[in-house]
């Protein structure tokens, strides 16, 4: 038996595995949006380099129009969510601000079932203010696919409780 | 040395032993034989009176057979049954009363044992050292004695570590003293963030009208302790 010291500061314990606000949530997507952002630009520096190293003479920085920059946004944020919530459940902005995006059982999402949730997130981000109204801190996305958003400071993702074990709020 | 006790004294008192005030000593065999024995002899001497005035009647009956009703009515009159059963009636009075008599001494020795031995041991722990008496004590040879092993063995010293480390806050210490800036600038916000999630939902649930702190327990997620942080934030709201 090995004694667990829990890494978590004694005032943050309580909110552990509840569904967070709309501040943190609206926080975290800001960086995930600066992340996505800067992603495309770091990519477009890619492909400008690689047009200057193989014609430097008549190199000009490939245009970008508006249509293809956000179709190009969108493919990427899309991939980015989908990509970051089937793995570790959370984005660089849910890192940041210590969130974690679970599936309806607690358990980490589904490929099929992140990949719906990055789509409607990407398309319809004022879902999120649903949160304010919400007796459960779930955004619209959260109650279509019934997914949570919580406080999780944890490193990993913890294995997901028994429904009888699982300590429900006060109501 | 712990003497031996013969089987057939199970029901005895130890020796030195005080019986509780209110009851009597039972009854030692030893200690009631003697009167035991008499009132026995007593019966016993009763029941023989009781078969030898039978055996005596028996034979005057046969007798008087012989030589007509008035010399066995004569007979029964004076050696007869009547005779003997009064002896054996005497006998068991005399072996009651004994045995009362007994009972009697026994309840007035418990009395006064009851009297007399707070005093006199209070009267011993008056006159005793007891400070001498435990310096004299060699405790590294009662030390040496223990079975550390064993007592280790049923303490449970992960769970004593857990709680200890629980509450002093070890990963708070750590941070503080080794921990980042970085880390230390991400929990502030975080911190911030929870705090201001709660604010958020305070204030619309208060123009919302809504009662009850919110369903926030996501499934499968242990989730102990907040109530008494929401409790606890609620009491340091200053604007409640």
Redesign the interface.
């Known amino acids: 038996m090995t004694a667990r010291v829990s890494p978590i500061p004694h005032a943050a314990r309580p909110f552990q595995g509840r569904r967070a606000g709309l501040v943190t949530r609206t926080l975290a997507a800001v960086v995930d949006l600066v992340v996505v952002v800067t992603a495309f630009w770091l990519g477009y520096a890619a492909v400008s380099g690689v047009l200057f190293a193989m014609e430097p003479a008549g190199f000009q920085f490939p245009d970008v129009a508006l249509g293809p920059w956000v179709a190009a946004e969108y493919v990427l944020a899309v991939g980015y969510l989908t990509l970051r919530w089937s793995t570790s459940g959370r984005t660089v902005g849910a890192l940041v601000m210590g969130l974690r995006v679970l599936n309806r059982n607690g358990s980490r999402m589904r490929p099929v079932g992140a990949l719906l949730r990055a789509i409607f997130c990407v398309t319809f981000p004022f879902g999120l203010l649903w949160i304010v109204v919400s007796a459960e801190n779930r955004s619209l996305q959260d109650l279509v696919l019934r997914t949570s958003v919580i406080y999780d400071w944890h490193r990993r993702v913890r294995p997901a409780l028994e429904p009888a074990a699982a300590s429900e709020g006060p109501a | 040395m712990i003497a031996q006790r013969a089987p057939e004294d199970d029901d005895a008192p130890m020796d030195g032993q005080v019986p509780p005030p209110g009851r009597s000593a039972p009854a030692s065999r030893n200690s009631a034989s003697g009167v035991d024995l008499v009132a026995g002899a007593a019966a016993i001497g009763a029941e023989m009176a009781a078969g030898v005035a039978g055996a005596v009647v028996g034979t005057l009956e046969a007798a008087g057979r012989h030589l007509g009703r008035p010399v066995a009515g004569l007979a029964r009159a004076v050696g007869g049954g009547p005779v003997g059963t009064r002896i054996g009636r005497t006998a068991t009075r005399i072996a009651d009363r004994g045995r009362a008599e007994r009972l009697r001494a026994e309840a007035d020795l418990a009395r006064l044992l009851d009297a007399i031995v707070p005093e006199v041991v209070r009267a011993m722990m008056t006159r005793i050292d007891l400070n001498q008496i435990a310096a004299d004590i060699d405790v590294d040879v009662i030390a040496r004695r223990i079975d550390v092993d064993a007592v280790i063995a049923r303490v449970d010293l992960?769970g004593i570590?857990?709680d200890i480390?629980?509450r002093i806050?070890?990963?708070?210490i750590i941070?503080e003293s080794a921990g980042s800036m970085t880390t230390e600038a991400?929990?502030d916000?975080?911190?911030t963030?929870?705090g201001?999630?709660?604010a958020?939902?305070r204030v619309?649930d208060r123009l919302?009208r809504?009662r009850?702190?919110?369903?926030?327990?996501?499934?499968?997620?242990?989730?102990?302790?907040?109530?008494?942080?929401?409790e606890r934030d609620r009491q340091e709201d200053p604007f409640p």
Not at chain 2, 169 to 172: G, S
Not at chain 2, 219 to 226: A, E, I, S, Y
């Open positions: 992960v570590t857990e480390l629980d806050d070890l990963p708070e941070r991400v929990h916000v975080r911190m963030g929870i201001a999630d709660e958020v939902s619309v919302l809504r009850g702190a919110r369903r926030t327990a996501a499934p499968g997620q242990q989730t102990d302790g907040f109530t008494e942080a929401v």
